[in-house]
Every structure is written in structure tokens, then in C-alpha cells.
């Protein structure tokens, strides 16, 4: 049961996280927290210190969703650990730079670190993300391609493409930090040139094709 | 507890479906594959077809004033020899996965891939198959381009009748060489060899005269074919309906058959060997002389072998030399002289006249009187006549080169006369 659990919090750690809400006031004030009572006289709202606040409706202009700054259109950045496995089991990390294109969509670009049958690859990809939902903790899907540079550079080792895709949720953990989790799977074949058929230009590519399900936490900056 | 089993289920299986999986992928030769059944129906039996023009020089064989020149894997080019100073390219046999050639009275006994198969030649212009002795023969496959390795072959699928260069995936590692294949890709990796006349003359005769790098021979009512390292006799006792019911392992490479005396000599790339047949279906090793590696065409008449030893070919060596061996005792060949040469191809020997064909040193002439001086008793060397192979009949010698088939009038040794030639 706490290995259920431990997996479950791991990989759909988004869900712990409530949503928070933004009460706006006529006066141009705005104050973020979780609304405790609502009726039609009044709203109470609870900020993260601690304290209740309560409002007449007449004070109020709107109640939204509070989307933080981390979420909205702009640049952002990720850094993630993942673990690929299946019938052989490696880690990676990934960084990210990308652009936040609205609240749904964004795209980026990024580097990492992959090893591979003992051998260390430098993974240079693009990634689109979408969030299902316009709010700081949402599902998301994300699909990228790219290719794994081979580390240590050699006539034999070519590297080789990538795809990916991954599914889990992304929360906000103040205006400019996130945190996601997500599981997926990795498609990839690396080539490694074995052997010289007869002193002759013809060789042998031995093909590793890599089919891993992609266990990833990471964390959003903005 | 049932979402706990079955969270764990779902992540073993997800973790069971993600599997790795390694192969190879490389230029390879790819094989074209014909069914068996289709095989037999088509390709692999004989059409009559107009003639071609001779791109390629295989085994030739020579009866009744026909010349039949292998056209390997492909067919004969039929050759009307009737008159030897205008020979006529007259018509094509096409026969897929032919490289070997014998012929005894009316019937063409020729392999094709697996099958020995008889054709009726009583009639040029209408060949007919008359028998067929499936799957007699190792599976085996054409000649392959040497400069890649060959993709893995599943006999199941059916007859190799070709190969494409193409980008070959496989979980399999390629193969090296080629496996089973010693009997096809010997006949067309040999580049030269001799001809040789069994008391033959310009006419009709029982059995014809066989080219020397065929691997198949006859002798009395049988039919001797080297396959991979098994010799295999064949009865031919019914023409039609040969039987093949054993088989010699021969653990060399094996070049060259060579039947005289009722004894089988075989030329390997490590020395000769010489087999009895008292029981034609059980040929003996009797006797064997070694040599260094070499390409060894051998002829032997009465007493003595004649072999040349031969470098600059797939057989390897450092050799090129004329051996003459003493086998008067089948049990025990003994080299008695050896005679440098410059590039030793085919030769023949009649009457005691001993034809070599030298490379670009040229068909050099040799009286075989005395078999122990036969290197100093050169008689002539006609150096413009380069050629790899030799047939030599009564009054003429066929001589094979790259670019045709030439023939002389031998009457005179001294002063041989050109017939004809035939350009390929």
C-alpha cells in the first residue's frame, strides 16, 4: 500500500496541490488565496500566512482562478530527472528553454544527458507542451523529438534519433516556480558501426533500438 | 487491494512491453527467391532460344561436331562446329542455375541449382527434358558481388535465382562466405583450366569432351559430380532415370575432376588425389600428392600427370610450374620434375604432344615422349596465342581466351595454321 501510494503521490503529484483563487476588489486590489465561504454577501478568503480575509460582495469585481505568472506568455525554463526503463533501465536529465505561448500551449527547446549500453549521449531536442486546463495545476501533454549525440565522439558511435511523449500534471508552487510529473514512453535508435566487411567501405550498423516507458519530475522556472 | 494488484499488473506489463531490441543493418546481397514448384516449371528447365551473343566463357564441351560453351548460371551457347574455319553461334539452351555439363549419346545431363536434369539433344533444334533427379545437389546459390556480404538465406523460401545490392535489416550477424555454395561459386571463381580429348576425334562419339574445370566427369555408365565436399556418383545406366543413392565426402576443395583408367583424379587447391572405382557407387581414395596452395589443373596419360600449379588467383600460392608426376602406382603418385613456367592456364596432351597454355608467355608445345625431359623438350612456343584453355582433338586444338574461342590446325606442330575465331 505505501508503495502504491508512493507512486501514485510521485507521479500525479499535481493533485495534491489545491487550486488556488484570485478575488478581485472594485478598489483595483487583488489578493490570492483559497476561498473558505461564499455567499451572497460576503466572500472569506485565507491567504498562504494564515489570515482570513473577508469582503463584502459589493467590494468584489471578480472571482478567478489564480493563474501565476509561471503559467502566463513569456519565456520559461525546465530541468527534469527521468528514469528510462523496461527490459534495461538508464536516467537522464533534461533542460528546457521554452516559450510560453498561452496559456495552453508552449514549445522549447533543450539539452541533457542520456546513457545508453554504457555509453553517454548528449540529447539536443525540440518539445511542444500542451495543458489541458487554464489554471496553475493542470494535465498536460507533451511530445518531442531530437538526437542523442554521442558523449565521447568516435567514427564508430553515430548516435541517433529520438521521440517521446509524456502525460502528468504541472503545478504552480509560487509566481515563478513549478513543479510536473509525468509518465511516458521513449523511442530512440542509436547506431554503432561493428565492422569492416572485407577491408572494404561496407560496414556492419549495429542498430540499438531503445523502447522505454519515462518516469520524469521536474521543476518550471520563470 | 484490487487497485493496488492492478496498478501493479498494468506497471508490469508496461514495464514487460518496453523491450530494447539490437540488429543489424548492412549493404548486403539480398536474395530473389523462386519457389521450388515454379522453379521446376520454368526457369530451371531448358528453352531453345535464338543465339546470343557470348558475354561470359564458362565450361565448354565438345561432341559431334557441336561445341557447347556455358553460359554459367544462365545456359549453352550451342557453337556448330562442323566445320572448324567457320563455326556458327547457332542457338541458346537457357537453363537457370546450370555450371555443369556432360553429355553421353543423345542426352544432356546438366544441373540445375538442386536438380540433375537430362535433356534429349538428338535434335538441337528441339531439346527436350527427359528426366529429373530433384534435390540431388546441395542448395546452393549463384555468384554474389564479393564486395558485400550476403544476407541470410532461408532455403524454405525456395531457388536463389539472383541478388540485389540493397540495405538488409537483420537481428541476425551476416554471413562471411559462402556456405554451401563451393560447387556453384568454384565453377565461376576458377578463371581457367585445360580441356582435354579422351581419344576424341571430329565426329560422332558416345560421350563428348568435357572441359577440365567442370566438377562433373564421366566414366563407363556413370556420371561423377562434385558437390560441395561430396563426390556423388550418379547410375546412368538408365539414361533417363538417374540414381543417386551415396556420396564420398571429400574434405578438401576440390577444383577439377579428371576420369582416366577408371580412376578419378581430382586437382584441389592442396595437392591431388586419386580415387578407384572398382564399386562405381563408392569411389576410394588410393592415393595422394601434396603441393603447396595453388590453382592445379591436372591431365594424365598413361604412366604420368601432368599438373600446373598456378599464383595470381583465388587458390593463392607462390607456384607457377608444370609437375610431372609419376603414377604408374594409383597408391603412390610420385613427383619425378617440376619446370618453371610464367603463368601455367589449361593444357592438353595428345599423341605425346604436351599443349600449355603460359599466360602472356603463350601456348607452349612440348614432346611427351620422354615424360621425365618433357620441360626441356619444347618444340615450339607460339607467343601471340594467349589463352586459358586448350581442347585438343586429332588435328585441332580449340584454345579459350577472354575475348573468344580460337582454333588451329595442329597437323604440323611446327607451323600451326589458325582456323578460326570467334569473337565473344
Same mark, same amino acid.
Given at each position: 500500500m505505501k508503495i502504491y501510494l508512493l507512486l501514485f503521490t510521485w507521479l500525479f503529484s499535481g493533485l495534491v496541490f489545491a487550486q488556488m483563487d484570485l478575488v478581485k476588489l472594485k478598489s483595483?486590489?487583488?489578493?490570492?488565496?483559497?476561498?473558505?465561504?461564499?455567499?451572497?454577501?460576503?466572500?472569506?478568503?485565507?491567504?498562504?500566512?494564515?489570515?482570513?480575509?473577508?469582503?463584502?460582495?459589493s467590494e468584489v469585481s471578480a472571482i478567478e482562478s489564480f493563474v501565476p505568472a509561471v503559467f502566463e506568455k513569456g519565456y520559461f525554463g525546465t530541468v527534469s530527472l527521468g528514469v528510462l526503463g523496461g527490459s534495461d533501465v538508464s536516467a537522464n536529465f533534461l533542460i528546457l528553454n521554452g516559450y510560453r505561448i498561452n496559456a495552453h500551449w508552449s514549445a522549447g527547446l533543450g539539452i541533457g544527458i542520456d546513457q545508453f549500453y554504457n555509453n553517454m549521449y548528449l540529447p539536443l531536442f525540440a518539445e511542444g507542451r500542451y495543458n489541458l486546463l487554464k489554471k496553475g495545476t493542470t494535465p498536460y501533454v507533451s511530445l518531442g523529438f531530437g538526437y542523442d549525440l554521442p558523449f565521447q565522439m568516435s567514427e564508430r558511435n553515430k548516435g541517433g534519433f529520438f521521440g517521446q511523449g509524456l502525460i502528468g500534471f504541472q503545478h504552480e508552487l509560487g509566481n515563478h516556480f513549478g513543479i510536473f510529473s509525468g509518465v511516458g514512453f521513449r523511442y530512440g535508435q542509436l547506431q554503432v558501426d561493428e565492422w569492416n566487411w572485407w577491408g572494404t567501405d561496407v560496414t556492419t550498423k549495429t542498430i540499438y533500438e531503445i523502447n522505454r516507458f519515462d518516469l520524469r519530475f521536474g521543476f518550471i522556472f520563470r | 487491494?484490487?487497485?493496488?494488484?492492478?496498478?501493479?499488473?498494468?506497471? +508490469?506489463?508496461?514495464?514487460?512491453?518496453?523491450?530494447?531490441?539490437?540488429?543489424?543493418?548492412?549493404?548486403?546481397? +539480398?536474395?530473389?527467391?523462386?519457389?521450388?514448384?515454379?522453379?521446376?516449371?520454368?526457369?530451371? &528447365? @531448358?528453352?531453345?532460344?535464338?543465339?546470343?551473343?557470348?558475354?561470359?566463357?564458362?565450361?565448354?564441351? *565438345?561432341?559431334?561436331?557441336?561445341? *557447347?560453351?556455358?553460359d554459367n548460371f544462365e545456359g549453352i551457347h550451342i557453337?556448330?562446329?562442323?566445320? %572448324?574455319?567457320? %563455326?556458327?553461334?547457332?542457338?541458346?539452351?537457357?537453363?537457370?542455375?546450370?555450371t555443369g555439363i556432360v553429355i553421353k549419346n543423345q542426352y544432356l545431363y546438366v544441373n540445375a541449382y538442386t536438380d540433375l536434369v537430362v535433356i534429349d539433344v538428338s535434335s538441337i533444334e528441339n531439346p527436350k527434358e527427359s528426366g529429373r533427379l530433384e534435390n540431388v545437389f546441395e542448395y546452393a546459390w549463384p555468384t554474389h558481388d564479393?564486395?558485400? %556480404?550476403?544476407?541470410?538465406?532461408? %532455403?524454405?523460401?525456395? =531457388?536463389? &535465382?539472383?541478388?540485389?545490392?540493397?540495405?538488409? @535489416?537483420?537481428?541476425? &550477424?551476416?554471413i562471411g562466405g559462402c556456405i554451401n555454395c563451393t560447387f556453384l561459386a568454384d565453377a565461376t571463381g576458377f578463371e581457367s583450366g585445360f580441356l582435354y580429348s579422351n581419344d576424341m576425334s571430329v565426329g560422332s562419339s558416345s560421350q563428348g +569432351?568435357?572441359?577440365?574445370? &567442370?566438377?562433373?566427369?564421366?566414366l563407363n555408365d556413370y556420371l561423377y559430380v562434385m558437390d560441395g565436399n561430396n563426390l556423388k556418383p550418379f547410375d546412368l545406366s538408365s539414361p533417363t532415370r538417374p540414381s543417386n543413392t551415396n556420396q564420398v565426402g571429400i574434405w578438401r576443395e576440390v577444383e577439377t575432376l579428371f576420369t582416366y583408367n577408371d580412376h578419378i583424379f581430382m586437382g584441389t587447391t592442396t595437392g591431388m588425389l586419386i580415387y578407384e572405382t572398382g564399386n562405381r557407387n563408392e569411389p576410394t581414395q588410393v592415393g595422394v600428392i601434396q603441393h603447396a596452395n595453388a590453382c592445379d589443373p591436372v591431365v594424365v596419360d598413361?604412366?604420368?600427370?601432368? +599438373?600446373?600449379?598456378?599464383?595470381?588467383?583465388?587458390?593463392?600460392?607462390?607456384?607457377?610450374?608444370?609437375?610431372? =608426376?609419376? @603414377?604408374?602406382?594409383y597408391s603412390q603418385p610420385e613427383l619425378k620434375k617440376t619446370y618453371s613456367l610464367k603463368n601455367p592456364h589449361g593444357l592438353g596432351i595428345k599423341n605425346n604432344t604436351l599443349f600449355v597454355c603460359d599466360g602472356s608467355a603463350g601456348l607452349k608445345i612440348y614432346d611427351a615422349t620422354e615424360p621425365l625431359t618433357v620441360g626441356d623438350n619444347? @618444340?615450339?612456343?607460339?607467343?601471340?596465342?594467349?589463352?586459358?584453355?586448350?581442347i585438343v582433338l586429332e588435328n585441332i586444338a580449340m584454345l579459350i581466351g577472354d575475348d573468344g574461342l580460337y582454333q588451329y590446325d595442329i597437323t604440323d606442330i611446327q607451323n600451326i595454321q589458325k582456323l578460326s575465331q570467334l569473337k565473344f
Open positions: 483595483g486590489s487583488e489578493i490570492r488565496g483559497f476561498i473558505t465561504e461564499k455567499t451572497e454577501e460576503i466572500v472569506k478568503i485565507k491567504t498562504k500566512d494564515g489570515s482570513i480575509w473577508v469582503f463584502k460582495q | 487491494m484490487k487497485n493496488v494488484i492492478g496498478t501493479l499488473l498494468v506497471l +508490469v506489463f508496461v514495464f514487460t512491453a518496453c523491450k530494447d531490441k539490437q540488429f543489424q543493418k548492412y549493404t548486403a546481397n +539480398v536474395p530473389v527467391y523462386t519457389d521450388f514448384e515454379t522453379f521446376r516449371a520454368g526457369l530451371g &528447365t @531448358v528453352k531453345y532460344e535464338s543465339a546470343k551473343t557470348i558475354a561470359q566463357k564458362g565450361n565448354i564441351y *565438345f561432341k559431334d561436331n557441336y561445341l *557447347f560453351i556455358l557453337i556448330d562446329n562442323t566445320n %572448324p574455319k567457320a %563455326p556458327i553461334n547457332k542457338a541458346y539452351y537457357a537453363i537457370t542455375g546450370i564479393p564486395q558485400y %556480404p550476403l544476407a541470410n538465406v532461408d %532455403p524454405s523460401k525456395g =531457388i536463389i &535465382t539472383g541478388w540485389e545490392i540493397e540495405e538488409y @535489416v537483420t537481428d541476425k &550477424t551476416p +569432351v568435357s572441359g577440365s574445370i &567442370t566438377k562433373f566427369s564421366l598413361g604412366d604420368y600427370a601432368y +599438373v600446373t600449379l598456378r599464383t595470381g588467383t583465388a587458390c593463392s600460392g607462390q607456384q607457377n610450374q608444370l609437375d610431372v =608426376i609419376d @603414377v604408374s602406382n619444347k @618444340v615450339k612456343t607460339y607467343g601471340s596465342i594467349q589463352a586459358t584453355d586448350i
